[in-house]
């Protein structure tokens, strides 16, 4: 451009720097928008019911959560209530979106301890693992724990712990999952993850769920009523 020519200011409407064209197209502030100007936000929810994310993807992504997880941390236990906590906001909108794909009568909340367990072994594993959990119990010496055993977690599948961390679990993002759930739906509880191998399935983790007093007087409230 020489010196006697003036830039031309841009179209009322259109800020500047955004571009025209297929080069600027979709452009705004700085991100870029498909052609349709819908973004993912758009996309129904019970479209992508039945897709599933490829093994290999899955590994490569929760492998780089773990290693994320690890940086700065004191020890096992830091490392595992790290993951815990990155699976706990995954639980809280989960939960939201499984009721939503539920029929009109029967989206409603768990308002007892079974249900909310029934919910999490069945429809919550069967959505995250394409299968149910492996086994419900509860506690002979304990009334407010109960546990979830999974013989061959899949965030463990993938995942090489090296000796000096060999009580390292990473089925802790799991745990953080179930607690989200839990809190979502108003059963306040703390869940941790317990390697408990044997020779069949070395990789057992049983999710151990502690709920809150207050979860166990009001279970009790609703049997008397």
């Known amino acids: 451009m020489s010196a006697s020519q003036a830039a031309k200011p841009a179209p009322s409407g259109v800020p500047p720097g955004s571009g025209q064209g ?3 197209r979709g452009a705004v502030g700085g991100l870029r928008y498909p052609s349709n100007k819908k973004t993912i936000y ?15 993807s899955f590994a490569y992504l929760f492998g780089e959560m773990v290693t994320y997880a690890q ?9 595992e209530k790290r993951l815990n906590v990155q699976g706990y906001s995954l639980g809280l909108r989960l939960l939201d979106l499984l009721l939503y794909r539920e029929p009109v009568r029967t989206a ?28 419900l119990e509860r506690s002979k010496d304990h009334e407010d724990e109960y546990m979830i055993s999974d013989n061959d977690p899949l965030v463990n599948q993938y995942i090489s712990v090296p000796k ?18 839990c809190d979502g739906t108003g059963f306040p509880a703390r869940v941790t993850a317990h390697g408990v191998g044997t020779e069949l399935w070395p990789g057992k983790t049983v999710f151990l769920i502690k709920f809150q007093p207050e979860v166990l007087e009001r279970e009790a409230f609703l049997q008397r009523s």
């Open 22 to 24: 297929a080069a600027g």
């Open 108 to 135: 409603q909340r768990p308002t007892k301890i079974l249900p909310l367990l029934q919910l999490i072994t069945t429809t919550l594993w069967r959505h995250l693992f394409s299968r149910p959990a492996d086994a």
């Open 71 to 79: 940086r700065r941390v004191t020890g096992i236990q830091d490392l």
């Open 164 to 181: 000096e961390m060999n009580q390292l679990n990473c089925a802790a993002f799991v745990a953080g999952i179930i607690e989200g759930v």
């Open 42 to 56: 758009d996309r129904n929810l019970n479209r992508s019911r039945t897709a599933e994310l490829s093994r290999a």
